[in-house]
């Protein structure tokens, strides 16, 4: 049976390192919907949320605005490690 979650049941592979550079910026989850909507994504708090929690999956074109706002590469955003 084909599956489209993440080993630990989320949707997304990024949600936790979305939260963890976010927080490193000190920001909360609507002034970095905030920044990614001045940098041409429609997106809001509850979407960062859902993001975040791994409830929502992430669009490609969604990835590189994250990458974007937070200043790495799409790909630095995938590598999950649990601490």
Do not use: W, Y
Request: proline letters at 1%.
């Amino acid at each position: 049976m084909f599956t489209n979650k993440a080993k630990n049941g989320t949707n997304n592979l990024c949600g936790q390192v979305i939260a963890k550079h976010r927080k490193e910026m000190g920001k909360s989850q609507r002034q970095l919907a905030d920044m990614l909507q001045l940098a041409g994504l429609d997106i809001d708090k509850n979407a960062i949320q859902r993001i975040e929690a791994g409830k929502r999956f992430v669009t490609d074109i969604e990835l590189v605005f994250f990458a974007t706002v937070f200043r790495c590469t799409p790909n630095d955003l995938l590598i999950f490690t649990e601490e």
